[in-house]
């Protein structure tokens, strides 16, 4: 039977966290064997605040590559760069032409990231308008699913109104018009979000998201970071003075963060890491967390130096991707089922 398409994408700043892998990558791998997967390196999202040229390349290339380091696996997912595919900025324009703006000035990320600049000047038009281009990512493969955190569901929410409103205003009617049987554009994708304890604390709080866009390195573990430095952000985690680590206890969010990431990295159960941590110091606790993560780490880094050793490979992986890419979105793109029918029909 047909495997149902899955899109989902990272963006290329800095380097990939914790956060990024447990909310993210990890179950990518999972699911690239029961979906038709689409994996993208998303560039043009990053450009929407300033950045370095140089820099984001070389990120780009560092996000494949740990795409790959973590399991992704280019012959059964396409893995790609989103400006190698230009389908998606030539859909972007479509879209924001159906999309009214008062949609995208709802929108929660637009006001607080417009807010934090300091000059209004800085706020570029693509930071109003990025989630049109996030719905064209999806909507060009015709996706069923997008896995996402859960900062990200009012944008898959917006593009499957985006993909509603031009079903209604373009889809029948004008196809029909030109003899066609009439049709939907857009396929309306649905958002899949991961268990809420996918979900990554910065180090520092415990209740903030660990984020790329965080100012402070110390607030998140980079997959890339060697077991001195993550010892030392381990070591320097906000912590309380309580003995012993416990999930779920609201009053201790630092706890219940760094004890379900000791719990993934040493791929236990909650009850076992749970019992195993319940009676800890927290400077045992902190040096069995050091620990787990960089064990965790260490063949992910080994691969990630194995492929960025050898550019020629993390190219071709890139290149086919790209090529499957640009041609399932040009049936997107070119409305091809529509044509088909029109054919049909004689015109
Ligand atoms: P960031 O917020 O670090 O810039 P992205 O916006 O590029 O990361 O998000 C890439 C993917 O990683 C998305 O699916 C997002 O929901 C997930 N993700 C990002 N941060 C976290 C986190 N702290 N915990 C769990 N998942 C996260
Ligand atoms: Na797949």
Same mark, same amino acid.
């Given at each position: 039977?047909?495997?149902?398409?899955?899109?989902?994408?990272?963006?290329?700043?800095?380097?990939?966290?914790?956060?990024?892998?447990?909310? *993210?990558?990890?179950?990518?791998?999972?699911?690239?064997?029961?979906?038709?997967?689409?994996?993208?390196?998303? &560039?043009?999202?990053?450009?929407?605040?300033?950045?370095?040229?140089?820099?984001?390349?070389?990120?780009?290339?560092?996000?494949?590559?740990?795409?790959?380091?973590?399991?992704?696996?280019?012959?059964?997912?396409?893995?790609?760069?989103?400006?190698?595919?230009?389908?998606?900025?030539?859909?972007?324009?479509?879209?924001?032409?159906?999309?009214?703006?008062?949609?995208?000035? +709802?929108?929660?990320?637009?006001?607080?990231?417009?807010?934090?600049?300091?000059? *209004?000047?800085?706020?570029?038009?693509?930071?109003?308008?990025?989630?049109?281009?996030? /719905?064209?990512?999806?909507?060009?493969?015709?996706?069923?699913?997008?896995?996402?955190?859960?900062?990200?569901?009012?944008?898959?929410?917006? /593009?499957?109104?985006?993909?509603?409103?031009?079903?209604?205003?373009?889809?029948?009617?004008?196809?029909?018009?030109?003899?066609?049987?009439?049709?939907?554009?857009?396929?309306?994708?649905?958002?899949?979000?991961?268990?809420?304890?996918?979900?990554?604390?910065?180090?520092?709080?415990?209740?903030?998201?660990?984020?790329?866009?965080?100012?402070?390195?110390?607030? +998140?573990?980079?997959?890339?970071?060697?077991?001195?430095?993550?010892?030392?952000?381990?070591?320097?985690?906000?912590?309380?003075?309580?003995?012993?680590?416990?999930?779920?206890?609201? &009053?201790?969010?630092?706890?219940?963060?760094?004890?379900?990431?000791?719990?993934?990295?040493?791929?236990?159960?909650?009850?076992?890491?749970?019992?195993?941590?319940?009676?800890?110091?927290?400077?045992?606790?902190?040096?069995?967390?050091?620990? *787990?993560?960089?064990?965790?780490?260490?063949?992910?880094?080994?691969?990630?130096?194995?492929?960025?050793?050898?550019?020629?490979?993390?190219?071709?992986?890139?290149?086919?991707?790209?090529?499957?890419?640009?041609?399932?979105?040009?049936?997107?793109?070119?409305?091809?089922?529509?044509?088909?029918?029109?054919?049909?029909?004689?015109?």
């Amino acid at each position: 039977p047909r495997k149902a398409r899955l899109f989902s994408g990272v963006q290329p700043t800095g380097v990939m966290h914790l956060g990024n892998y447990l909310g *993210a990558i990890k179950s990518w791998v999972k699911l690239q064997e029961l979906y038709d997967t689409f994996y993208c390196i998303v &560039d043009m999202h990053a450009i929407t605040l300033q950045h370095e040229p140089k820099e984001l390349l070389e990120a780009t290339r560092r996000t494949a590559a740990l795409y790959l380091a973590c399991g992704v696996n280019p012959e059964v997912s396409s893995i790609f760069v989103q400006s190698h595919v230009p389908a998606h900025a030539e859909l972007a324009w479509l879209l924001s032409c159906v999309t009214p703006i008062g949609w995208l000035r +709802r929108m929660t990320q637009f006001k607080e990231k417009s807010a934090r600049a300091s000059d *209004a000047s800085e706020v570029g038009t693509g930071l109003l308008t990025y989630p049109v281009l996030m /719905a064209a990512d999806i909507l060009l493969y015709q996706s069923e699913l997008v896995p996402v955190g859960h900062d990200q569901k009012a944008h898959i929410e917006l /593009a499957r109104d985006i993909a509603e409103r031009t079903n209604r205003l373009y889809g029948n009617r004008q196809w029909k018009k030109l003899g066609g049987k009439g049709g939907k554009l857009f396929r309306i994708p649905d958002v899949f979000l991961p268990p809420v304890n996918a979900r990554v604390m910065s180090l520092q709080d415990g209740t903030s998201k660990m984020s790329k866009s965080a100012e402070s390195d110390m607030s +998140r573990i980079n997959l890339l970071d060697d077991p001195k430095l993550v010892k030392s952000k381990i070591q320097k985690a906000k912590s309380d003075g309580q003995v012993g680590l416990e999930f779920d206890n609201p &009053d201790r969010p630092e706890a219940n963060n760094l004890l379900g990431i000791y719990q993934t990295m040493s791929g236990i159960s909650k009850d076992a890491a749970q019992s195993e941590c319940k009676d800890l110091q927290w400077g045992e606790f902190k040096f069995r967390l050091a620990e *787990a993560i960089s064990e965790h780490l260490r063949p992910i880094q080994d691969r990630y130096k194995i492929i960025m050793d050898d550019r020629t490979v993390l190219d071709q992986v890139l290149q086919n991707g790209a090529d499957v890419a640009a041609e399932t979105a040009a049936r997107t793109l070119f409305n091809e089922q529509a044509q088909r029918d029109a054919e049909g029909s004689g015109i």
